[in-house]
Structures are given as structure tokens and as C-alpha cells.
């Protein structure tokens, strides 16, 4: 397999121990970093399209669905934090120019991608977080999954009765209409008996509280973390807890006026936050802690 060339957005199609795993590079003309951007439970890559719209041509960006997701395979063996940064690693070494990349996370692809930087620390060069519930274990539920369970795919009868059923989750998000029924669109798959999600109901609840501090503890890498102002998952505790984790100072700080959906709901200055702080510089809106 050859990378691809050009400079008009590329797809790659990767065998990763027998699952393939789909996604896109948009080469840039910026400063030369690769930035590979992880999405969330249930999600896709397109949800960084309109984030990625403002970045322009700034990075060098990849997008790819995990696997159990979007148009990438599905596992029959299971799913793990283990499993997914394995494939963050290999796409890595597929389209990194210098074979590694910073990270840019969302949601339960922040907790993928702190298993990566964990476990793969040759290949993740920085590590940004955005908007995930990080907290140090309790003895009583440490070893619980979080999140919510899957549930069976409900099939609707036509893609348009699909679409309008799309809600994302957590409820609660300034996104325009017009981004959340393009994430709609991308979001569901043809099947004999009508239309329905792409992600298989197993990836959910891949996660411990006592693995995630396990991962932290082995990270080198500079991290950041960053919130929407209206969620409550990033907050100065949470980002304490990180940085003596990690052994260092992290950065965090919260996007106005956004839920969970950070991308989604203010996709142009959080783009403008990160294009800051990928570029070294020192972006106001986050503060140091640790």
C-alpha cells in the first residue's frame, strides 16, 4: 500500500488485524504538523468536518472511523481501549511524514487516545482532550464500565425517517440543524429490512476508571485538556487530576458557549484555539495546572 498523493483530500482503506479500517487525509500547507483526530463513542470522522473547515489547510489532518464505526469493519472478538490504540498507531505510522502525530480527541476517543499515548509513545507527539469526564477511581467503582450500555439498532424504513430520528447524545447542543442532519446522513447503513446505525452497540462501556489511571500515569507526552463551557465534564479538579497523573503542568480550559458537541456547536473558535496552541503559542482562554 503507497500513501497517497495530490493535494486534494485522499481516502485510505487500512487492514488492521483483519478489520478495515476507512479514512481521509486533507494535506495541508500550515507548519507541517500531522494531526490524526479521534472521534467518539457511536460517532464517525465526519464529525470534524466543520471544525476542520475552519482549521483549512493549516495541518496536515487525518479522520478515520474507528473500528465498530462509521464505514470502518466490525470486531467479532470485542472491542477495548488496547484494541482501538493499536489502530491510532498504525494510521499513525500509515500517514505521519515523520511517524507520529499529535492527537486531537473527542469524548471516548480522548480515553483511545490516552491509551495511545500510553501504550504507543513513539508515535503521539501531543495529546488534546476535548470535552471527557476524567476522574480518579473510587474504590466501589473503579472497575465498573462507564458510559451506557449499547442497545439493539432500531431500523427504520427509509433513510429519511432515519435522519430525522437522529438525536446526538448527550441531549443538549448549539449545533446548526443543517451540521446535525449532514452528520445524520453519514451516520446510517442499508440493510434488508430498511436503515440503520452504522456503529455496532458493542463499543460501548470499553472503559474502567481504574484503566484509564493506569494510562495517564504512563503518558510522556504534553496533554491538554479543553471542555465546552456548558458541559460539566472538564473542570480545573479534573484537569489537577490529570496533571499529577502525568508527573507535569497540562494545560485546560472551556470553549464558550458550547455542550458537549464542542466541535459541533463552536467549531471556529475552538478551531482557532487549537491552530494557537498547536502552533506553540499560548492561547488565553487555557491555564496552567499541575
Known amino acids: 500500500m503507497t500513501m497517497p498523493s495530490g493535494t486534494q483530500e485522499s481516502r485510505f482503506v487500512l487492514d488492521h488485524r483483519g478489520t478495515r479500517l476507512r479514512g481521509r487525509i486533507l494535506p495541508g500547507d500550515g507548519n507541517g504538523r500531522d494531526v490524526v483526530l479521534i472521534h467518539g463513542a457511536g460517532a464517525h470522522g465526519h464529525w470534524w468536518d466543520a471544525m476542520l473547515g475552519h482549521v483549512g489547510r493549516r495541518w496536515r489532518a487525518t479522520v478515520f472511523d474507528l473500528s465498530g464505526h462509521g464505514e470502518s469493519g466490525h470486531r467479532s472478538d470485542g472491542y477495548g481501549g488496547e484494541t482501538w490504540a493499536s489502530e491510532v498507531a498504525s494510521v499513525i505510522r500509515y500517514v505521519a511524514h515523520s511517524g507520529s502525530a499529535t492527537l486531537v480527541a473527542h469524548s471516548m476517543g480522548s480515553l483511545v487516545g490516552a491509551a ?16 471527557v469526564t476524567i476522574r480518579p477511581p473510587r474504590a466501589d467503582t473503579a472497575q465498573q464500565p462507564r458510559g451506557r450500555p449499547g442497545r439493539e439498532r432500531t431500523v427504520h424504513a427509509d433513510i429519511d425517517t432515519a435522519i430525522s430520528r437522529f438525536r446526538l ?3 443538549g447542543s448549539t449545533a446548526p440543524a443543517g451540521l446535525v442532519r449532514a452528520l445524520a446522513s453519514h451516520s446510517y447503513e442499508q440493510v434488508p429490512q ?44 479534573s484537569a489537577r487530576y490529570v496533571a499529577g497523573r502525568v508527573g507535569r503542568p497540562v494545560r485546560w480550559g472551556l470553549v464558550p458557549a458550547a455542550h458537549h458537541h464542542v466541535q459541533l456547536d463552536r467549531p471556529g473558535p475552538l478551531a482557532d484555539l487549537l491552530v494557537e496552541l498547536l502552533d506553540g503559542g499560548e492561547p488565553s482562554s487555557l491555564h496552567r495546572v499541575g
Do not use: K
Not at 495511545?116 to 470535552?131: R, S
Open 169 to 171: 447524545v448527550p441531549a
Open 194 to 237: 430498511g436503515w440503520r446505525v452504522r456503529f455496532d452497540p458493542a463499543v460501548f462501556q470499553r472503559f474502567t476508571d481504574a484503566v484509564i489511571h493506569d494510562w495517564l500515569g504512563r503518558i510522556d507526552c504534553p496533554v491538554t485538556l479543553v471542555g465546552g463551557a456548558l458541559s460539566p465534564a472538564v473542570t480545573e479538579a
Open 116 to 131: 495511545t499515548a500510553a501504550l504507543y509513545p513513539q508515535v503521539v507527539d501531543e495529546l488534546v482532550m476535548l470535552d
